[in-house]
């Protein structure tokens, strides 16, 4: 049976990069989970169907994470004294290890999906851990929520804790494929995404073996890359024969082109790097948030932009303290005015309409036609109240949104719908 309905209210969203899209009063018509358009009358066709008259809140696409830990979350806004690799080692490292224990990652699991159901978030690439059982906790939750999610068991063989570290490469891989062929039969909107954590976790064995998995289930590749220069360093002693960071995966086929592929971070990619992105199609996924409280630093988003890599967002949940991609949004700007003071570049900040667009169409892009309110999208969708600020309609829409960006914290998010399926009102 045909499921159609209409939202009405004050309609934003992207086509472009830097561009928006806006309509007061519009109406939005979803149909069998698609969007079919964006209107300032109610067409012919849709005489008589059901109108959700949203008032004066505002209606975007649903926001899109592309980069989050899960087991972290249970230690978010803890632990910011160190840079990455003693991070790691010190804090992330041992609390990971608990999701051995199933009760644990039920519970935790539990707070963590609770969280992310009632955010902006209606899409996220997500990390869990090496432990099997514990994954498939966390995507049976996902999976209940209703949000459309990538979910990795993250494979490490190496330079990690004896109990974060598998036992060797082939057990990696065997788990690895059980778990692809399980979810697969259980979960329709929870999808398994290869994770090889960082090269320094993965060993050459593990790498050739996962891009054996790759092939032959044509699945999707998330990582971190180039974030720390300390790891940095230590990727160019594990792997001297790699021209660059990125090319100790791309020697694997796990970089892009063939393979879709988000790497985390990307804060100091050097020249060769970023033309293999490019040429592989890589998304990046800025984190801005993280960068700034692990000390990694500024990734070159502007760069990223003008070769036409494909960026979306990321919380890097618990290198970021909050899911709120509002707030990633926000900190994406002040990042990029403070490298461009620092760094006396000539690139100009990030502006209000391309984190949008970053938070919206292109991190999107990573599961397909999501992200837009353009004809045949998934309709994804959110609606946002801020008549608590006062008289929302005596500002512009492009000026709400900002306020929507900075005053993330103020945010009421009355509804959300992933696929056209409403996740909740209220
Ligand atoms: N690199 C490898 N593992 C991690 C992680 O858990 N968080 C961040 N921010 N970077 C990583
Ligand atoms: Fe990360």
Redesign the pocket.
Known sequence: MESIFILKGDICYSKRLGELQTMEQGYLVCRNGCVEGVYEEIPADFQGVEVKDCGRSLIIPGLVDLHM?AP?YSFRGMHMDLE?LE??ERY?FPEEVKYKDLGYARDMYGKFVDRLTYSATTRACI?ATIHVPATEILMEQLEASGLCTMVGKVNMDRNAPADLTEENAQVSGEETVEWVLDCRKRFQRTKPILTP??I??CSDEMLENLKKIQMRYGLPVQS?LS??VE?IVWVKELCPEAEFYGDAYDRFGLFGADCPTIM??CVHCEEQEIQRMKENGVFVAH?PE?NMN?A?GIAPVRTYLEEGIAVGLGS?I??GTTENIFSAMMHAIQASKLRQSLMKENAAPLTIPEVFYMATKGGGAFFGRVGSFESGYAFDALVLDDSRLGEPEKHSISDRLERFVYLNQEIDVKAKYVEGREIFWR
């Open positions: 830990h972290q990455l991070w790691l992330t990390f954590r960082f320094p976790s971190h974030e720390n790891e985390a971070h984190c993280s692990l990694s890097d618990a290198g």
